[in-house]
């Protein structure tokens, strides 16, 4: 344990002096999502907000309702990028390396995405942060279940990372990545929308995310003082969506490693 | 008009893209004015049940919030796709390697970059012709159609568009980053410019910022060609602003890439 935990640090810290030497990643990490949700904020003064029909949502609190989900929606997009970012130590040959090195490899893909969760989405969850305090009187949290439910989502965050880390192990075409990941999952996984006012070939489509599961336990407990047992059927859903999340990614890595090894192909496809 | 390199440039260009056409630009671009419409349905039909506010109407002249929403996101391509392809021409010819020798050929800026742009126009037609048929499928309507002033919407679009890829070609190829600088820019338009929502309803800062850029008041432009609900004064007022506007943008532009280049070929090996 103490070794996986030294890989994982290590491959953290690397990822950390890869990206962030130069201050224009901020750019792309904050000022980028900062003008999509004050689009889509301002988006909403064409319609009568409070001719919704969710009940919980109303004029006071659809600005934290839609913070809420632009900064769940920051956890998980930074690790598209992390992947992104992964993918380039294959074509820098940086990949083989690694596989040539004991390192557990588990921990390195976790490493990454550790580093990516949390320091790729701290100034868009800071500012996130300022925006709920300053309307705390339009929302209704129920403590204990938000504390329950924030473990289970950044532990979701990271695995979702871990799983797409793993899938570029297989592959350097990472374009597709950004096509089907960045804008189907603003709009599918209820970020400006909520997913149960979607038609149902749209719904379907939204259980694809984890991001959908997770933000929808997070608005429950923070705009409509959700207890846990009220929220329980998600939050089952998500641990089990964890668990496939895992043992994909151990699959992955075992096929992969198998792959590489008959073909010799570390840096290529 | 140097005619010649204007033909040169169409040409070339576009034996470059026969033969390696960025495809995957072309999808990216058409499935993201996709998602921009699916969006604006999703919310007018279905969160907030077709009730719009009151202002709406008053500020838009149009109670078709579809029909709005995809006129915008149309005229989003469209300049999207203008700017990805002119700005990033040296860019491109830099990153191929090509900027030397094209610097070393005496030829005129304005005819290489209309060139560029006429040809990207037929394609960026193409494109914004398959996103209006999805668009037709969400809803888009044309309520009061005015063919003089679509014909001056959109060739004003594209002087005004021309002056934008410009300036933007200026500071990517000073900065020599393309990814920063585009989506910058392009995200902060889709807030200020009136894209999906009318730019009333930004803080003032956020509008003044909007009425400097001139996709702003072509975007109003071809919506009051195409939905009507716009008086003809307001209309000639749209207009002359945003032919002042983009004539700022090309006189300021065309020296200022003169003096880039200069300063890009000094770096280039650095």
């Given at each position: 344990m103490k070794y996986f935990i030294k890989v994982l640090w290590a491959e953290a810290v690397k990822q950390h002096r890869n990206y962030f030497n130069n201050w224009m990643i901020y750019i792309s990490l904050f000022v980028w999502p900062l003008l999509s949700f004050l689009s889509a904020y301002y988006s909403y003064s064409s319609f009568n907000v409070d001719g919704t029909l969710i009940s919980y949502i109303n004029g006071n609190n659809i600005l934290v309702f839609l913070m809420l989900g632009y900064m769940a929606m920051s956890f998980f997009r930074s690790v598209v990028q992390s992947a992104w970012n992964f993918s380039r130590e294959r074509q820098s040959g940086t990949l083989e390396y690694i596989y040539l090195s004991t390192a557990n490899r588990l921990a390195v893909l976790m490493g990454n995405a550790l580093s990516s969760v949390f320091e790729s989405s701290i100034v868009m969850l800071i500012f996130g942060l300022l925006i709920v305090f300053s309307n705390r009187a339009s929302i209704n949290v129920n403590t204990i279940s938000l504390l329950v439910v924030i473990f289970i989502f950044i532990i979701m965050a990271l695995l979702w990372g871990v799983f797409l880390n793993a899938c570029f192990l297989y592959s350097r075409d990472t374009d597709f990545l950004f096509t089907i990941l960045e804008e189907p999952m603003e709009i599918f996984s209820g970020v400006k929308v909520p997913i149960v006012i979607f038609p149902a070939w749209a719904k379907i489509i939204s259980f694809i995310f984890p991001l959908t599961y997770a933000l929808e336990a997070i608005r429950q407990v923070m705009l409509n003082g959700a207890s846990l047992q009220a929220v329980s059927t998600i939050l089952f859903v998500c641990l089990g969506i964890i668990m496939v999340l895992l043992f994909a990614t151990l699959i992955t890595i075992v096929v992969?490693?198998?792959?590489?090894?008959?073909?010799?192909?570390?840096?290529?496809? | 008009m140097e005619l010649k390199v204007l033909k040169a440039t169409i040409t070339k260009e576009f034996q470059v893209r026969l033969r390696a056409y960025p495809v995957s630009f072309m999808v990216g671009c058409i499935l993201t004015s996709f998602y921009t419409t699916f969006g604006a349905w999703l919310m007018y039909h279905y969160f907030f049940r077709g009730q719009l506010s009151e202002s709406f109407g008053s500020l838009t002249g149009t109670r078709d919030y579809m029909s709005y929403a995809i006129v915008g996101s149309l005229m989003y391509l469209f300049v999207v796709r203008t700017c990805l392809n002119v700005s990033r021409t040296l860019m491109t010819e830099l990153w191929?390697?090509?900027?030397?020798?094209?610097?070393?050929?005496?030829?005129?800026?304005?005819?290489?970059?209309?060139?560029?742009?006429?040809?990207?126009?037929?394609?960026?037609?193409?494109?914004?012709?398959?996103?209006?048929?999805?668009?037709?499928?969400?809803?888009?309507?044309?309520?009061?159609?005015?063919?003089?002033?679509?014909?001056?919407?959109?060739?004003?679009?594209?002087?005004?568009?021309?002056?934008?890829?410009?300036?933007?070609?200026?500071?990517?190829?000073?900065?020599?980053?393309?990814?920063?600088?585009?989506?910058?820019?392009?995200?902060?338009?889709?807030?200020?410019?009136?894209?999906?929502?009318?730019?009333?309803?930004?803080?003032?800062?956020?509008?003044?910022l909007g009425s400097i850029i001139p996709v702003t008041d072509c975007v109003s432009l071809m919506r009051a060609s195409l939905l009507?609900?716009?008086?003809?004064?307001?209309?000639?007022?749209?207009?002359?602003?945003?032919?002042?506007?983009?004539?700022?943008?090309?006189?300021?532009?065309?020296?200022?890439?003169?003096?880039?280049?200069?300063?890009?070929?000094?770096?280039?090996e650095g």
């Open positions: 992969v490693e198998k792959h590489m090894r008959k073909t010799g192909n570390v840096v290529l496809f | 191929e390697g090509t900027l030397e020798s094209l610097m070393l050929a005496p030829f005129r800026r304005v005819s290489y970059f209309l060139g560029n742009m006429l040809l990207q126009t037929i394609t960026t037609f193409g494109e914004t012709s398959i996103a209006a048929l999805i668009g037709v499928l969400f809803g888009l309507r044309i309520h009061d159609f005015n063919p003089v002033g679509f014909i001056i919407a959109v060739l004003l679009s594209l002087y005004c568009f021309f002056g934008v890829s410009l300036i933007l070609g200026c500071v990517m190829l000073y900065t020599r980053n393309t990814y920063i600088t585009q989506n910058t820019l392009f995200t902060a338009m889709f807030l200020v410019c009136g894209i999906t929502f009318p730019k009333e309803y930004l803080p003032m800062w956020l509008r003044v009507g609900g716009f008086p003809q004064d307001q209309m000639v007022k749209l207009v002359i602003r945003a032919f002042v506007i983009g004539t700022a943008y090309i006189a300021l532009g065309m020296p200022l890439m003169k003096k880039v280049e200069i300063i890009a070929l000094e770096k280039m």
